[in-house]
């Protein structure tokens, strides 16, 4: 009983001595410092390595929810029943400890209700874990593009597009303006947005992000990102800037309004870079020959994403001075979304006038013509909408 005791104890303490070995490797003193300054906080939660096999069936293929040149990402379900998303390293790679502890200083900065939310870590194990909460209908990347799966994706009409666009928008606006430190995402594309079970946006993927001081407007810089996406000027220069990521989001403002690829290896040389193409036929006033034709079934939808576009083109501009703030983007969706329930909201009433009257006056006389965009124009219409609003409040 004695040597069987013995045995025991020693390997307890070598796989405690091993579990320490692997916190201090993936970063663990550099978290605690954190965690300290910061003060406690309920996503400082560490999980034990066990409780996060067990939630993967020990990280089984079935399980895997996605994969990327840095890690696997799998579902897992905690004792009471909670579903969550497990972030996991690539084995052996120490080049990708540095992102998942600068994913987790980023995602503590940040308390937004596009943003994924980091629920805790674990780093006693060979690999960092990161662990998130579940978000259920995959990436906007997989509904636009339709990727071959079990269960196709639904189409998605233009209405959620754009407010999916707004949200990401109000977002990334918050990363740049509104965090405790200025945050730049670096990496923003379709696959990074995640989709809820109504189909609100979830900001992703923080393991390229950086953490701006607020006295510097601008900083030098490895490449990082996605092909397609990349802010050309950044690509030239080495400097990175918020602007960087109004690019990328110009990008993804373009694939929604196209249905197409950021990039693409068919076609002739001049539609494989989608933002490139997307422009040259904006100046040529072609935009009709790229917009998802799905989407153009009436005269408030086609208003929209002709402003849309006019947007999508301003954020791909070469000079990044020349693109506007994600504050000001995300103003200007805000502004397309209530135009559109507004104009919508006059039609419906407008079909009801041919049939109810009252007193003689039609219903529209009520409220007055303002509605229709063929009588005074978009910007009126803006105007009236916003006059309208500030006034609910």
Known sequence: MFIWWSFWAFK???????????????GGNLLQQLSKSRGHSENDKIFAAEELEKA????HDSRILGQGG??????????GGRVVAIKKSRIGDQSQVEPFINEIMVLYQINHRHVVKLLGCCLETPVP???????????????IHDVASAAPRSFLPWETRLRIATETAEALAYLHSAASVPILHRDVKLANI?????????????????LVPSDQAQMTTMLQGTFGYLDPECMHTGQLTEKSDVYSFGVVLIELL?????????GSQEQKVLAK???????EDRLQYIIDGRMLDNEVKIEQLKEVADLAAQCVRVKGEERPTMKEVAHELEGLQAMGRY???????????SEYLLGGEELGNIYGDYGTSSSIGYDSIKNQVAFELEGAR
């Open 70 to 79: 840095q890690a696997t990402v799998y579902k897992g379900t905690l004792p």
């Open 258 to 266: 196209t249905g197409r690829k950021a990039l693409c290896c068919e």
């Open 194 to 210: 995640l989709l809820d079970e109504n189909y609100n946006a979830k900001v992703s993927d923080f393991g390229a992000s950086r």
């Open 12 to 26: 307890q303490r070598k796989t405690a001595k091993m579990r320490e070995k692997y916190f201090k490797q993936n």
């Open 56 to 59: 993967t069936a020990n990280f």
């Open 277 to 283: 193409y997307f422009v040259s036929l904006m100046k």
């Open 343 to 353: 104009q919508w909201g006059k039609r419906s009433l407008q079909a009801e006038e």
């Open 129 to 143: 874990l990161l662990v998130y909460e579940f978000v259920t209908h995959g990436s906007l990347f997989d509904h």
